[in-house]
């Protein structure tokens, strides 16, 4: 089940950086002044009650000049509006309420999000100032005052949070929709292949309605199930509108990591007239690391000259060069005319119910037994790995708990001939696999 989405947002300078480093509980290096920075240490998890939730970090929303006030702020605050369940915008105490915290308010309201005004720099310990009180003038209710340098309200701030997050979906009704993110760099054809699968004859199209950010979502009924398909394209085109690239490209970033957080699947999209790049890789690398299911999807393949020979060496290139997802697998399509889209809803399904494999404890043993007898676990120094057995602690992805003798002596090499037997045997293509190694000694098994 895909994690709800909270945004902070606010002007520069009244401690965001610092209060997301508060709440997720780690210190991350994400304050600069350049926008793009620190673009992949801008988004983390934080947990509160046993509610898990993913949290975003924004830069600060300044306009350059009267000229480009709503250009500016659009930019950098619709995306917190779009992609966000909850929103909190950060103001600072010890300058009050100034222009910009009005502007950034007013936006926020005609959204239609719940937002949280969060009065920042409250750190002195009792009764609030009356300076405090001035900020009910933004008309986003009552105000919680924290201090992020040292922690006070911030829990006042979490239980507010997730009074107003949305309900916990049902596993069972979540998991008859596949939530499918196309995701890429910018011109590779995102928009035009779920403008495509929209259009599909027979496919019963509907935008789900209520948020700007579910407004990019397409839901499609058709002989292969029900998709949502999530469209991270649209925000690149800003530059026309403005200079500032960095900025458009960092929060290109985090819409796409917004849209790998709720998906199921990843479709990883790359233009086969270009071919792989190291943007390819890094959009990659985000689906990879959230452990989510993944497939390569070369578009424009009809727009590519080629002969008997060259779908073979374009995989092969590929291979090479996603050698760190090597389970993914490879579909040259075209969003333009369908070419193999049909297909690509099937391996979608595959790489879900993959991805959401669970696997008994008996039966994951028997093929550990089989995979030992035929390659012998490695030694070193006289000494031979053990593994004692193995469990499946979670799905999504497929995540496998090794308890073994000594933890050392279980190489990576060993990892992967063992991760390649299970794949193998239950057919887990597209979905990463997690081991988890427990070190335990021959008496306490």
Request: aromatic share 8%; glycine share 8%.
């Amino acid at each position: 089940m895909s994690k709800p989405i909270v945004a902070i947002v606010g002007r520069p300078n009244v401690g965001k950086s610092t209060l997301f480093n508060k709440l997720i509980g780690q210190r991350l290096s994400i304050v600069d002044d350049r926008p793009g920075v620190t673009r992949d240490r801008i988004y983390g998890e934080c947990e509160w009650l046993g509610r898990t939730f993913s949290m975003v970090d924004t830069g600060g929303i300044e306009p350059a000049s009267k000229d480009v006030i709503l250009s500016q702020m659009r930019m950098q605050a619709q995306m917190a509006i779009d992609g966000a369940d909850v929103i909190i915008m950060v103001t600072d105490l010890t300058t009050g309420v100034v222009a910009t915290d009005s502007e950034v308010a007013a936006m926020l309201k005609k959204s239609g999000r719940p937002v949280l005004l969060c009065v920042n720099k409250c750190d002195k310990v009792g009764f609030m100032p009356a300076e405090f009180y001035e900020f009910y003038n933004l008309g986003l209710g009552d105000p919680i005052g924290v201090s992020s340098v040292h922690g006070h309200g911030t829990g006042d701030l979490l239980d507010a949070v997730l009074e107003k997050l949305p309900p916990e979906a049902d596993d069972d009704a979540e998991s008859e929709v596949i939530k499918v993110a196309v995701i890429g760099k910018p011109n590779v054809g995102k928009s035009s292949l779920v403008n495509y699968v929209a259009g599909e004859p027979r496919c019963i199209v509907s935008d789900i309605a209520g948020t700007t950010r579910d407004a990019i979502d397409t839901t499609i009924t058709n002989s292969y199930g029900t998709f949502t398909w999530i469209d991270t394209a649209g925000l690149r085109r800003q530059n026309k509108v403005s200079k500032m690239d960095d900025d458009i490209e960092r929060y290109s970033i985090i819409r796409s990591q917004m849209a790998v957080e709720r998906a199921d699947v990843c479709v990883i999209l790359i233009d086969a007239m270009e071919g792989f790049t190291e943007q390819d890789s890094k959009v990659a690398g985000m689906a990879h690391e959230a452990g989510k299911g993944c497939i390569i999807a070369v578009n424009k393949w009809d727009a590519l000259e080629k002969d008997d020979k060259t779908m073979q060496e374009y995989r092969k290139k590929l291979e090479s060069d996603f050698s760190f997802m090597s389970y993914c697998p490879i579909l040259f399509i075209s969003a333009k005319t369908g070419q193999r889209v049909g297909k690509l809803f099937e391996m979608i399904r595959q790489v879900a119910n993959a991805n959401a494999m669970r696997i008994t404890t008996g039966t994951l043993n028997d093929v550990l037994a089989q995979a030992t007898a035929r390659v012998q676990p490695p030694t070193d120094k006289g000494k031979r790995l053990k593994i004692y057995y193995m469990t499946q602690a979670s799905t999504k992805p497929p995540t496998f708990v090794c308890f073994v003798n000594s933890a050392e002596l279980f190489h990576f090499s060993y990892q992967r001939y063992l991760e390649n037997r299970i794949r193998d045997t239950f057919g887990l293509e597209g979905t990463p696999i997690r081991f988890l190694i427990r070190e335990r000694g021959e008496k306490d098994h």
